[in-house]
């Protein structure tokens, strides 16, 4: 099994930045995906960014050139820096590990609001 705790959802004025954490524990030696998920309201879960353990970054078009994901190996950790957000971008977050290429553990999510 794999627990994922996130952290660092807020509330945040349209054109600020917010940075998602998580953390991964439990049987993680051969995990490759990390990543991101998000779900608005009365929308369905969508892709935000993933990285593979080779650094292979998959973006979606609403969030390249404002979002930034990162991972460390080492800790088992994966970060989402969340730059010039806009009230789109409120969502709940979840953080995604996968022993393959797409996810199969889901953290518990974190609420981010952006408005004004």
């Known amino acids: 099994q794999v627990q994922l705790v996130e952290s660092g959802g807020g509330l945040v004025q349209p054109g600020g930045s917010l940075r998602l954490s998580c953390a991964a524990s439990?049987?993680?030696?051969?995990?490759?995906?990390m990543g991101w998920y998000r779900q608005a309201p009365g929308k369905q879960r969508e892709l935000v960014a993933t990285?593979?353990?080779?650094?292979?970054?998959n973006y979606a078009d609403s969030t390249k050139g404002r979002f930034t994901i990162s991972r460390d190996n080492a800790k088992n950790t994966v970060a989402l820096q969340m730059n010039s957000l806009n009230v789109e971008d409120t969502a709940v977050y979840y953080c995604?590990?996968?022993?393959?290429?797409?996810?199969?553990?889901w953290g518990q999510g974190t609420q981010v609001a952006v408005s004004s």
């Open positions: 995604v590990v996968g022993f393959g290429r797409t996810p199969q553990y």
């Open positions: 990285l593979l353990r080779d650094g292979s970054a």
């Open positions: 439990g049987i993680i030696f051969s995990i490759n995906v």
